[in-house]
DNA sequence: AATGAATGAGCCTTCATTCAT
DNA sequence: GATGAATGAAGGCTCATTCAT
């Protein structure tokens, strides 16, 4: 009816809301820290609320850790089919940027972030589904690519650590800025430094790569 | 009294004890979640101990901080004194090494990786002091070596870059364990995987590093 | 429509249902544990369902009450037309083991025992009219039996005296069984042993009455 | 010191206080409506005291259990030490007024009837260790007393029967009391009721007794 | 006649801190 | 220097009830 268009687009469901709130709140917070009142009232919905919808606390976590998932996909698409045109150093590059990108982004994709730092720290159930249903497809579609780039038949075990020498140059920007931005105080992630980033991350690992490619195994 | 000297040799004192059992529940449960009662129960110490020798909760996880650090400077020294007949590549791979050593090591050295990923996410005010005391003079370090590697006059950007391009990687592994864990089931951390984390990482920066060498700037 | 007539015919009414189901659940766990939510989730109702059909979870235990006594009536008819042909002795044992019979059934008409064990312990308003309605009438009707057998004129003060005595017996089982079963594992409360129970009481009890005929007042 | 023995008979001890208020709440409410609230605030306490003291609104049931019997024990001894010289006749007459005076009794021995009762329509873990310590001795004393009433070599199963016969006598009183009071409105518990009731209680017993001591078995 | 969503009061428990000793 | 008792704030959760449909 044309009453549920107006409602649904004046006031968002309660489960709506309190998935955004939650989202807010947990990754500011951590699991621990934000308490149901918190999120209830930022989300102008009773304490109950949380119970009936998601069945206590941890219940709105793992459903907050989906809802982020989400989010993040839906705006950062990994699965972008490239041009096939494209030279694998040119795909990497792309693959590296993105990645920034969606680590320093705004906004609902940022709580992904900030919740999977968590999750390193301290894992709960959530983080097998997580791995699973998100991150293998995600490494899986990189260590393709950096098996064209590796050339000949390279083990399993230098891919994979070829690939966690790319990633985890991206991943240490999130994970450590409160050291960088102490230690290097003018250090900025603007869109500008985020494609010399890029840049660096993308020649370093290249070099890297084909240093690896002479290697026999 | 005769009778408290015996006790104060036979038994630790009770603000160290304290100090022994707080690094070791701050870094399982993290500060907020690790309890008084808890740690004074494993320090064999009343509840009140904790405000009575460290003022708070909040006193005592500052000073754990600047304990952690303590001990395991003292088990892996930074500062080692190098053979100055090494060559900067063969220098790299030590550094590479020793870190890798470090955030693997068991122990109290393993309450002060646990703690720092802990401040990574939810950084304290003594992650300042750390910062500017112990992580600084590591980073200078680290960077005159690459300096070395670099040649010419590279730029104080291109320098940094590759010192954290170097770093991650190591860090990489301890900060990402639980995903390595869930996607490579059988990568494990002996000492042995040590040795070939840091050839692998050592190679892979070194072909890096000849690349940035080349660029301007 | 057609579809409502074959609902009603195959499925019980909702207003029964929950009866059932309360009828289990209240005797089970009493009036405050019992959850209307188990209630409804047994009956296959709406949680506010039993708020619909009788104005609340008091409203709902006061109707439950009467339908047991009205199920336990069904079943064990109290106001059996008994053979006038019968000695009051034998007629004293038929109405023992019956009662015993009636205390130990199973299926609805075990709700009303734990109902009412319950209401000795903390009596609601509904108590006054099941005593009136059900209890008084049994009641004197055994008192009638009682001065068959007591013979001249007993007063009013030993007949009642007379007939606790004999239905205490009785009750005692019922209402002490988890004691019993603790000091006496082996314990069964069998057919047979309902038999050996009544023969007892009744012989016991007999015996108590005769004496009490000799005395005066 | 002298300023202890003030305090400790103006203020009782907190935890004191606690299982005397604690006492009072459960045997009016049962354990699941008593809140701690209630008994806090009536012992004058912090909510946060029961925990301290008993480890939980279970704990604190759990000692009330054993406090309201050790009170009942200390005012109305079971074990009183007849005259030799008694007939077991009489023996059995002051047991059956001292088990009535003790059901009711006021003040704390009162609790213990209540929370028996409870007990016996929702046992709780504690029921286990009070029919071991408590129940138990009390019977045997009793079943000793019958054997000498029964004379010969009554069966187990028949002492029993007897025993039970007696004892459900006295507690019907006290546990069908709404019932009584309702149906008798007259009937009184005074200390004269009381008399007399073990009056009749114990004639009625001895006359069935006798019976019982003919047969066989 | 019946329901899913939402509510607000209340409960038990935990915890860091303080106080008197 | 060190402790056991006690405190008050706060948190997650449960539950009977109500409301709009």
Redesign the pocket.
């Known amino acids: 009816m044309a009453?549920d268009k107006v409602?649904s687009t004046l006031e968002e469901?309660?489960?709506q809301q309190l998935l955004e709130a939650a989202g807010a709140v947990f990754a500011e917070h951590g699991f621990?820290a934000?308490?149901?009142?918190?999120i209830?009232q930022r989300a102008?919905?009773?304490?109950?609320?949380?119970?009936?919808?998601f069945?206590?606390?941890?219940g709105?976590y793992a459903e907050v850790l989906r809802y982020a998932h989400h989010c993040a996909e839906e705006r950062h698409p990994t699965g972008v089919a490239l041009d096939k045109s494209l030279t694998p150093e040119r795909e990497l590059e792309l693959f590296v940027h993105a990645f920034l990108q969606r680590l320093f982004d705004e906004g609902r994709t940022a709580w992904l972030g900030k919740l999977m730092s968590r999750e390193m720290v301290e894992p709960t159930t959530v983080l097998d589904s997580v791995v699973e249903e998100q991150i293998k497809p995600n490494s899986q579609r990189l260590q393709h690519l950096l098996r064209r780039l590796l050339g000949a038949r390279p083990s399993v075990e230098r891919v994979r650590l070829c690939e966690m020498s790319v990633v985890s140059q991206c991943l240490f920007y999130h994970h450590c800025r409160p050291v960088i931005s102490r230690l290097f105080p003018g250090f900025d992630f603007s869109t500008a430094a985020l494609r010399r980033l890029a840049a660096h991350i993308t020649q370093f690992s290249l070099a890297g790569l084909r240093r690896a490619k002479k290697e026999r195994v």
């Open positions: 009453q409602k469901p309660t489960r621990r934000a308490t149901i009142r918190q209830c102008g919905a009773n304490v109950a609320a949380v119970n009936y919808h069945d206590g606390k941890a709105l």
